[in-house]
């Protein structure tokens, strides 16, 4: 089920978009739950305790606590895949939302009017993040990486460094754990530390996988049948589609 927030300063304006949700749910291909806020405050502190993730903001600019700016700016980075549709009764803010990624402003009386534009700009950021993620690095930015350029993740300590195309390494804050709910079907983990791509693997015997860099990466005795099953399943659709690397268990 996604989340959606609506974080507004009055309680009678925030229902008021409740109810234009509830009476129009296409937003997701899914069911939503709508979580109203009237404070940007409490609303980073369930972000940052876990409590909620949200899918998608409706923020208003004026809060009573702090600007609906400094809270956008705090979602991205705690929660980098949530859109934000800026929603405020004045334009004076337009540049300003610049300093902040998100997807939409609008001005409260013309949101009803807008929001078949909100909903069609969200479905095709949907379409696009199934075929990147966006991860946070450090200084609270954040970097857009094309699933098919990751060759391998590796932990040490507690940082994630992402193995891409081109001998890029990225760093993140990320657990595995973490990365492996943002990426497709052909990665797999093989090692509490290693998370590897299938579509960038050269060789593969029962405890390595060696990748397309040369790189050998250990499967420890617990992922080796997951490993396996998964290496079945994929290298007759790899062979399917042409691929030129060998394969050995």
């Known amino acids: 089920m996604r989340k959606i927030v609506v974080c507004e300063d009055g309680e009678r304006e925030a229902k008021k978009i409740q109810k234009m949700l509830q009476d129009d749910q296409g937003i997701f291909e899914e069911e939503v739950e709508i979580f109203l806020y009237t404070t940007g405050k409490k609303l980073i502190d369930d972000c940052k305790s876990g409590k909620l993730t949200p899918d998608l903001v409706f923020m208003d600019i004026e809060l009573p606590d702090m600007t609906g700016i400094e809270v956008a700016k705090e979602i991205n980075y705690l929660v980098p895949y949530c859109y934000i549709v800026y929603v405020t009764n004045h334009v004076d803010y337009f540049t300003d939302v610049y300093s902040t990624e998100h997807q939409y402003y609008v001005l409260k009386k013309e949101l009803k009017e807008h929001f078949p534009q909100i909903k069609e700009k969200i479905w095709r950021m949907e379409q696009e993040h199934n075929d990147t993620i966006i991860i946070p690095i450090k200084n609270k930015q954040q970097k857009m990486l094309h699933k098919e350029s990751i060759r391998y993740m590796e932990r040490k300590g507690r940082k994630t460094y992402i193995h ?42 029962r405890e390595c996988a060696t990748m397309d860099d040369g790189e050998n990466i250990s499967i420890s005795r617990k992922y080796q049948p997951y490993v396996r099953r998964h290496f079945i399943h994929w290298s007759k659709k790899f062979l399917e589609e042409g691929s030129r690397r060998k394969y050995k268990e």
């Open 164 to 205: 891409v195309v081109d001998d890029d390494i990225v760093e993140t804050s990320l657990r595995l754990d973490e990365l492996e709910t943002l990426l497709g079907s052909y990665f797999v983990r093989c090692h509490n530390s290693f998370i590897i791509s299938m579509k960038h693997l050269d060789n593969y015997k």
